[in-house]
């Protein structure tokens, strides 16, 4: 987010954004819903999955932590008399939500919702102008707050890792001497920096600033640290035969998820340099293919599944293990947060 708003659609009653939500079939098929399951989509967004669950007579709980997304959802809540229950949650919190007996499923759609860039006002996208914000739920810390207060290697920092931006030492030191004397306020006054600085060549499938953008977006939403958490309250929600679908969009959640999967497969880990590492009992176990990508059809219809990957996983029986951050490469930008304030 990835995070914590989903991609989707409607139905003719629901009344929310039209929007074709990213491996539907893919993600249904997995998750094997009916009449007596129990799913949890942690992501509603525009209820492209919700949708199609309650469809298959499954029973829905969602969550979103942006509360537009919730009240949006309403009317489909009451299309579907009490089997879709809406909460305003980040997703990391999702075993809070989860019935005493256990989920059947938990879906993850870990990318920012179509409402959310739409909306200028939400800041999410340079192709919009509008306030520098960038925040999913509304509160905490801005990305003109990370901008504008940030130390340079902060940003450095968070523009390289997160953006994975090559330039990430030239902008950052170009945003310190602009904002010195004027502050950035729009989404559209720090793409014109980028682009002054790192300017767009005929060969650029995107814009300069888009590495950038993701990086505020992913930061100031803390998506990784919200992705690791959300695996781990999914492990201890699901009952046993519960399944965990994943759908990412960024290289850098895709290697969380696969990590996850990976050290709660039950194998034994280790090298030829290293001793072997006694092996665990195994928390899940994959469904098909260990990572599923859009056909060519639907990578052609909607750019946006063109780097969605979907990962799977079936709970055992075995009891959930501790949250461990440290089996995730995950970078200590916590500290970060408050901006030097």
Known sequence: MAANSGSGETGAEGGLVRHIPV????VVEALEPQAGKVILDGTFGAGGYSSAL??????????????TAIAAGQKL??????????IHSQFSHLADHAPEEGLDGVVLDIGVS?????EAERGFSFQ????????????????????????????IRIFGFLGEEKQAGRIARAIEKRRASEPFATTRDLANL???????????????????????????NDELGELAQALFAAERALKPGGRLVVVTFHSLEDRIVKQFFSDRSG?????????????????????????????DEEAEANPRARSAKLRAGIRSAAPPRAADLSIFD????????????
């Open 128 to 155: 919009k102008n509008g306030p520098l914000d960038m925040r999913m739920s509304a509160e905490g810390v801005s990305a003109a707050d990370v901008v504008n207060r940030a130390k340079v290697s902060d940003l």
């Open 330 to 341: 995950l970078p200590d930008l916590a500290s970060l947060a408050k901006m030097g304030a």
């Open 114 to 118: 179509s409402m959310q860039i739409d």
């Open 77 to 86: 809540a009451d299309a579907h008399k009490g089997r879709l229950t809406l």
């Open 23 to 26: 491996l539907l079939e893919e």
């Open 194 to 220: 980028i682009e002054s600085v790192n300017p767009r060549k005929a060969k650029d499938k995107i814009h300069p600033a888009t590495r950038v953008f993701q990086a505020l977006r992913i930061f100031v």
């Open 267 to 295: 194998k034994a880990s280790g090298s030829r340099h290293l001793p072997m590492v006694e092996a665990k009992p195994a928390i899940f176990e994959p469904v098909g293919k260990s990572m599923i990508t859009a056909s």
């Open 54 to 67: 309650l469809a298959a007579g499954a029973e829905v709980i969602a969550l979103d932590r942006d509360p």
